[in-house]
């Protein structure tokens, strides 16, 4: 008997101007299976899934969804012919409700107007039959993340779903909700839905998947049973080297002093507590990693701490001195240096060259300007210097921003920061977004600085690089700290139940 | 005594509600608009398109009611240039804007002096006149205020009731109101963004010539040159003031309308005629500041949309 | 040479030059279509702003106010904020020069003519700010309040010269302005001042600006990426107020120029829309101050050419409206203009 695909896509090439995003990609699905795509990020995965949902036209090649031959112009064709995709970024609509979310483009109606109670009605039935559990009536901007992600499967499957799609679906989930997201997954493919898991992590990929195909550089390098495979043999086919996973913990010797310190901090945005009388320590030679689901005050510990909101009580000392009430560019001098969670928001001006890019924040500093007056010399010096230092690859620090690649771009804002000297260095989500050669590069370049004995704060959706470089690890929840300890006395289910508060 | 005191106030809403109808169809105009997150600068443009082309539509079939037709496929094409820019081309929504505005004032001007030879204004044209309904005209009072008007006022009504209906109560309404918070989340499901943009801002076009056909057809019976003269402005503050809601814009303009004539009236003080006309834009101004600060419009407004993108 | 070639690719002059065209041939076709003959209309045109010596005066003449309009929004284009108000602002900088010109006397004329500079530009430059402080504080659009400035500024104007300011006669005007003051005309019996020369001065200080000072630095910063530059340490609040207070400096001297320059005095009405037109101005020349310079030469040209096309032909001059709309649209909307050019853009998944 002939296998039954519900997926097949062949000789697939995607360009992007320049770019090669895809390259003469067969990837194929079988009926019934959880697939992963598995890569590094920009290997391509979400661009071949985009195409595969009506997103983007391949520049090349033929899409067959059960055996026929398709063309799928838009999102619109893609959900006729019983695809859905969780988008990593959710794609839901903040102010209105999680049933009228689920609706969207396929509307229940009672004449001329909006059935907003069938809509209800639907949504419960579905949320019922596969144990995803969302109030319909509740807004989404209300909801948790973990409810978001449920109302993002509901929304495919009320459009009648065959084909799930799931971005990186674990990114923003604490262990024990990836384990109900997987009891989840199971239960689809008992009820004969076919899943495919966009992912980079390997554990992920061994728990539930039950084939795998593995991309790296828009080209496919790798498909296997999982049972025929091992974390070692992915692992070396997404990188295209064999890999090391540990990272040495050399714990400082010399004594720890508190350089940073934030005291009973509060902080609230429409009314709402955000940070609620929270208190941190951040010591010489030491990394203390934040540990959180997103959206548990974070960014705001962020913000607070290099100046960019105003607290409303509580103080902030630096070398115990108060610096509360210090601008953002005082603060930047007094040795603070930020690495920013969204490097493309924060982080980077990226119609800027990379020259100009490597001094923001310390562009009034006496190396780059007196009097006002730039020194442009100097700077085309210092930034040919940084270029070499971080390995930034690019033609010329003339060149903008813009152009070039996550990692790169990282480089950059890493490379300001560390270049400057800082006291403290606060930096959040360093490695999103970049590849595993920059990502074991920046993981190196910590380290480095914390055993030249500056003091770190490390923030990071990612619990494995928490727990990888933390000496001690503080965990946010609702806006306080609930745990702090060594990093020894966590393991990863302990992080779990803490960050969701149920301990 | 009394009566004087209530055929006053009779006559200031009366005035109020004929200076707040150009406004208010414009700024229903601005609200579909931004909900679609296209930001229109052009209202004034397509004003003014609108009044020259009743004007014009009136003149050369001797009907005022076909000139407001011709108002609206004029204000439709002025629409369609800034949707074609803004959705199509990416172009800036500001600069898209501010180009339909000038476009709308040269091709009006020019046409002004080519059909009636004249750079100042057109000749007097038949216009829509004035209606007074049955039982309304007999109500004491409001005859005073509503007994005898413009048909654009009934159509007006009419368009923000329905207009809030589309919004609110219908699955397009549901769609337009996504697309201006998030316009990748609906393209995912399928809807056609770009669609639905389009036909807001087509929408947008035609509300705001209406609204100008009422300053030439629906009031004074001829075209002058530049005689939109910023209400286009002044109706998006009206929307930004009544928060994105028809009923909202409809209030806002109203609050303009009454400012406005009961300036007017203080002309008899003596003021010199440049503070009472300045006066308009003074309000415009204070209004958007003290609306309330954290009244956010629509996320998305004025951002491109490109399909694909996340 | 190598240089103005580099000039011309960087600046996108090429580009420019090509939209400006295509607004010309567009703008033919409704020439026509409104029943005269384009080439009648061009020929008259260009004529009329480079015909004689006395045209090409003519043309520098219109084109002063607009090197200064131009600078003033495409400063604020490079800080991100929208300044439509440059009208408003060469009003009540054009009228504070011509009270300073007045009212104060005893100064050696130097330094006269400096403080009725500086004095306009301030004056411009709080009125621009005015936009700037609501939107710090209120969160106001920047656009509308600026156009509302302008209504305002037009009608505060009008009082003083109609009412307080009034000098003698029928016409709303100032007193005429101490021959001292007055700027030297370049070519006798023309319009053409020394003010030409003090927007191409200004228009290179704003070029070094940008370029080499700290502020321009934190400006641009601002303009491109306002979380960047705010976690940059660029103070934003500030920022924007300097912004928009140079901005307003700079669309002042436009009002200085014609007041100090082509009339010797302050009249009711005096700008037939500079600052509308220096945003045309500065798309055009795409924010770029020397770019600048050129596209207020040519939008001068337009003008003069206008002007002969009013007194000579039956062509009305305001198709000249119709032309800068056209540029400023097919320049904000490079994809039209490529298309044109035959270069095409390989984009798929743009899903169009």
Redesign the interface.
Same mark, same amino acid.
């Given at each position: 008997m002939k296998v039954l695909y519900s997926v097949e896509m062949k000789n697939i090439t995607?360009?992007?101007?320049d770019t090669v995003a895809n390259d003469s990609v067969n990837f194929s699905v079988k009926k019934g299976e959880i697939h992963s795509l598995l890569g590094e990020n920009g290997a391509g995965k979400t661009t071949l899934m985009?195409t595969l949902?009506g997103?983007?036209?391949p520049?090349e090649g033929e899409i067959f969804i059960n055996g026929h031959k398709e063309k799928i112009e838009? $999102?619109? !064709?893609?959900?006729?012919l019983g695809i859905a /995709?969780v #988008?990593?970024?959710f /794609? =839901? &609509?903040? +102010?209105?409700t999680a049933a009228?979310?689920v609706v =969207?483009?396929?509307?229940p !109606?009672k004449g /001329?107007?909006?059935n907003l109670d069938k809509a209800r009605e639907e949504v419960t039935q579905i949320s019922e039959k596969y144990g995803l559990k969302v109030d319909p009536l509740e807004k989404v901007e209300d909801l948790p993340v973990g409810a978001k992600q449920r109302l993002e499967i509901i929304?495919g499957l009320y459009r009648k779903a065959d084909i799930l799609i799931l971005d990186e679906p674990t990114a923003v989930l604490t262990p024990l909700e990836v384990e109900d997201l997987f009891k989840v997954l199971r239960k689809l493919k008992e009820a004969g839905k076919t899943i495919i898991l966009i992912t980079h992590k390997l554990k992920e990929t061994m728990e539930i998947a039950d084939r795998v195909t593995v991309l790296r550089s828009g080209t496919i390098v790798y498909t296997a049973e999982k049972t025929e495979t091992s974390p070692e043999k992915l692992a070396e086919m997404m990188v295209g080297r064999k890999v090391s996973f540990e990272v040495k913990k050399n714990p400082v010797e010399h004594e720890k002093k508190t350089v940073l310190e934030l005291k009973k901090a509060c902080y609230s945005k429409?009314k709402v507590k955000i940070l609620n009388e929270l208190s941190l320590n951040i010591k010489s030679g030491e990394i203390l990693g934040l540990a959180g689901v997103e959206g548990n005050g974070q960014t705001e510990v962020i913000e607070a701490l290099?100046g960019?909101i105003p607290l409303e009580k509580g103080e902030i000392l630096l070398q115990g001195e108060r610096i509360t009430d210090l601008? $953002?560019?005082?603060r930047?001098k007094a040795g603070i240096g #930020?690495i +920013?969670e969204d490097r493309n928001?924060?982080?980077? &001006?990226?119609?800027?060259s990379i020259k100009?890019n490597l001094i923001?924040?310390y #562009?009034?500093k006496s190396d780059f300007?007196r009097k006002?007056?730039?020194k442009?010399n100097n700077i085309a010096k210092f930034a040919s210097k940084i270029r070499t230092q971080f390995n930034i690859k690019t033609v010329d620090v003339d060149t903008e921003a813009a152009a070039l690649s996550g990692g790169n771009q990282q480089k950059i804002v890493i490379g300001r920061v560390l270049s400057q000297e800082p006291k403290v260095i606060i930096a959040a989500q360093p490695t999103r977004g970049v590849d595993i050669g920059a990502i074991e590069y920046i993981h190196n370049k910590l380290m480095e600085m914390k055993e030249a004995g500056k003091a770190i704060l490390l923030i990071s959706a990612e619990l494995d690089e928490i727990m990888k470089l933390s000496d001690r690890i503080a965990v946010i929840y609702e806006g306080q700290i609930v745990a702090e300890d060594e990093a020894d006395n966590f393991d990863e289910y302990k992080l779990g139940a803490l960050m969701t508060g149920s301990k | 005594m009394e009566t004087d005191m209530g055929a006053l106030i009779a006559s200031l809403l009366a005035s109020s509600l004929r200076i707040a109808i150009p406004i208010a169809f414009a700024a229903l105009g601005s609200a579909f608009c931004e909900l679609v997150g296209i930001v229109n600068i052009g209202l004034e443009g397509m004003m003014l398109a609108g009044a020259f082309a009743g004007v014009w539509g009136s003149y050369i079939t001797g009907s005022a009611y076909l000139g407001l037709l011709f108002a609206v496929i004029a204000g439709a094409l002025f629409a369609l240039i800034h949707a074609v820019l803004t959705i199509r081309y990416k172009t800036d929504h500001i600069i898209s804007g501010l180009g339909v505005n000038m476009l709308s004032l040269g091709l009006t001007t020019v046409l002004l002096q080519v059909i009636w030879g004249n750079r100042g204004k057109s000749c007097e044209v038949a216009g829509m006149g004035s209606i007074s309904l049955p039982i309304i005209k007999d109500i004491p009072f409001l005859q005073d205020i509503i007994g005898n008007i413009s048909p654009f006022f009934y159509l007006l009504l009419l368009a923000v009731v329905i207009s809030w209906l589309v919004l609110y109560k219908t699955v397009f309404g549901l769609r337009v109101r996504v697309i201006g918070e998030n316009p990748q989340a609906a393209d995912t499901l399928g809807i056609d963004v770009y669609k639905i943009q389009f036909i807001c801002v087509i929408l947008s076009g035609i509300l705001s010539a209406v609204g100008g056909a009422y300053l030439s057809i629906g009031d004074i019976n001829i075209f002058g040159r530049d005689m939109v003269a910023g209400r286009g402005f002044i109706a998006m503050a009206a929307t930004i003031f009544g928060g994105w809601n028809p009923l909202g814009a409809f209030g806002g303009s109203l609050l303009f309308g009454f400012a406005q004539s009961l300036q007017i009236r203080l002309q008899v003080f003596n003021i010199p005629v440049q503070f009472a006309q300045m006066l308009p834009y003074v309000i415009t101004i204070l209004v958007l500041a003290i609306s309330n600060k954290n009244n956010k419009g629509p996320a998305a407004s004025g951002k491109h949309f490109k399909r694909g993108e996340v | 040479m190598k240089k103005l070639l580099k000039f011309i690719y960087k600046t996108d002059l090429l580009f420019s030059l090509a939209a400006f065209i295509l607004a010309l041939l567009i703008s033919g076709i409704i020439i026509s279509l409104s029943g005269y003959s384009p080439w009648e209309a061009y020929v008259t045109m260009t004529a009329g702003a480079f015909g004689s010596p006395n045209a090409v005066a003519k043309t520098l003449a219109k084109a002063t106010p607009l090197i200064f309009t131009g600078l003033a929004v495409a400063f604020s284009f490079k800080g991100g904020l929208f300044n439509i108000g440059a009208e408003g602002q060469l009003y009540m900088g054009g009228f504070a020069a011509a009270l300073v010109g007045i009212y104060v006397q005893g100064l050696p004329g130097i330094l006269h003519l400096f403080l009725a500079v500086v004095a306009a530009g301030i004056v411009g430059g709080l009125w621009s700010t005015i936009a700037g402080y609501l939107k710090i504080k209120r969160g106001t659009h920047e656009v509308i309040v600026t156009i509302m400035l302008n209504y305002i500024a037009i009608f505060l104007t009008n009082y003083f010269v109609s009412y307080p300011f009034k000098a003698e006669g029928m016409i709303p005007r100032t007193e005429e302005l101490p021959a001292s003051l007055q700027l030297t005309r370049l070519l006798p019996h023309s319009q053409l001042t020394t003010g030409l020369l003090m927007g191409i001065a200004f228009a290179l200080i704003v070029a070094w600006f940008m370029k080499n000072t700290v502020y321009g630095y934190e400006i641009k910063a601002m303009g491109f990426n306002q979380d960047a530059a705010e976690a940059g340490g660029v103070n934003l609040k500030r920022g924007i107020l300097l912004t928009m207070f140079i901005s307003g400096f700079l669309a002042a001297m436009a009002g200085v120029t014609e007041v100090l320059g082509v009339h010797g005095y302050f009249i009711k009405g005096f700008s037939p829309g500079y600052g509308y037109d220096g945003m045309a101005v500065a798309v055009m020349g795409r924010n770029n101050p020397l770019g600048v310079v050129v596209s207020a030469i040519l939008f001068g040209a337009l003008r003069s050419g206008g002007m002969l096309l009013d007194r000579v032909t039956d062509i009305p001059g305001d198709f000249v409206v119709i032309i800068q709309a056209l540029v400023i649209i097919f320049i904000a909307t490079p994809a039209i203009i490529k298309k044109v050019m035959k270069k095409k853009e390989r984009r798929q998944g743009n899903g169009n």
């Open positions: 995607k360009r992007f101007s985009k949902y997103m983007y036209q520049n838009n $999102p619109a !064709k893609a959900i006729s /995709m #988008h990593q970024h /794609m =839901l &609509v903040e +102010p209105l009228e979310n =969207l483009g396929y509307e !109606k /001329m107007f909006f929304k429409n290099t960019l601008s $953002p560019i005082k930047i #930020h +920013p928001k924060r982080g980077l &001006v990226e119609d800027f100009e923001l924040g #562009h009034r300007c006002g007056i730039l442009n | - | -």
